[in-house]
């Protein structure tokens, strides 16, 4: 079993709707939770990042972490064609953001 | 400012090469990341440096795999008698020091062993 679940995809989601990204995993010595957006052929760039549970938002993301649940979800409002990309949850202990625990991210498309 | 960057951006070589992919941080980041990112999988944590201290290496898969930074500038990761498996993507980050300082990507080295 891998240490972070996420399902591949891809999402499909027609522009304007609300998209739910999720992870679980099964260590529950994480404590810094992340979301990284990668385009096509570029490096991940940070999208959110959270130290254990709780929500946080900006703009028109919203990360959530659940620890309890060891699962972690990333919302998407109003969404739009230039959100299409591969997003990756990352974690890391609580020593910080050294070694970055990645999901196989979760392809996201959003058709106008 | 310029980013981080990577060099080559596309590398194939045959089975039993050995191959070097270079990583420029960005100026002033004392911490520098190697990540290999395999077809379908999450990003698979190798090496790790931080200033001048012994980089930690304990995601490196195999000794055929090493790599060495020059202070705190470029990076290169070597790859000895390249075997099939190691074909990936081989992305670098860089941060401002270690602990909780955000992680910027290069664009990665797309390897490809034949």
């Known amino acids: 079993q891998k240490e972070v679940e996420q399902d591949p995809g891809p999402l499909s989601v027609p522009e304007g709707a609300i998209v739910s990204l999720n992870c679980t995993y099964s260590n529950s010595a994480f404590q810094y939770f992340m979301w990284y957006r990668q385009y096509s052929r570029k490096g991940p760039e940070l999208l959110m990042y959270t130290y254990s549970s709780g929500n946080k938002e900006d703009g028109r993301f919203t990360a959530q972490v659940d620890k309890s649940s060891k699962y972690i979800s990333l919302f998407i409002r109003d969404s739009q064609p230039s959100d299409s990309a591969t997003y990756l949850c990352?974690?890391?202990?609580?020593?910080?953001?050294?070694?970055?625990?990645f999901g196989t991210g979760t392809r996201l498309l959003v058709s106008p | 400012g310029a980013g981080v960057s990577q060099s080559p951006s596309n590398k194939v070589t045959e089975k039993g090469k050995d191959v070097e992919l270079r990583c420029d941080p960005i100026s002033g980041h004392t911490a520098l990341y190697w990540y290999r990112q395999r077809l379908g999988q999450g990003l698979e944590f190798l090496i790790y440096?931080?200033?001048?201290?012994?980089?930690?290496k304990s995601g490196l898969p195999s000794d055929r795999f090493s790599a060495e930074r020059t202070g705190e500038s470029v990076s290169t990761l070597t790859i000895q008698r390249t075997q099939q498996e190691d074909s990936a993507v081989y992305l670098c980050?860089?941060?401002?020091?270690?602990?909780?300082?955000?992680?910027?990507f290069g664009p990665g080295t797309r390897l490809t062993v034949l």
């Open positions: 440096f931080q200033g001048n201290s012994a980089p930690d």
């Open positions: 980050a860089s941060s401002l020091s270690g602990g909780g300082d955000t992680q910027y």
């Open positions: 990352a974690m890391s202990l609580n020593t910080g953001f050294q070694k970055l625990v």
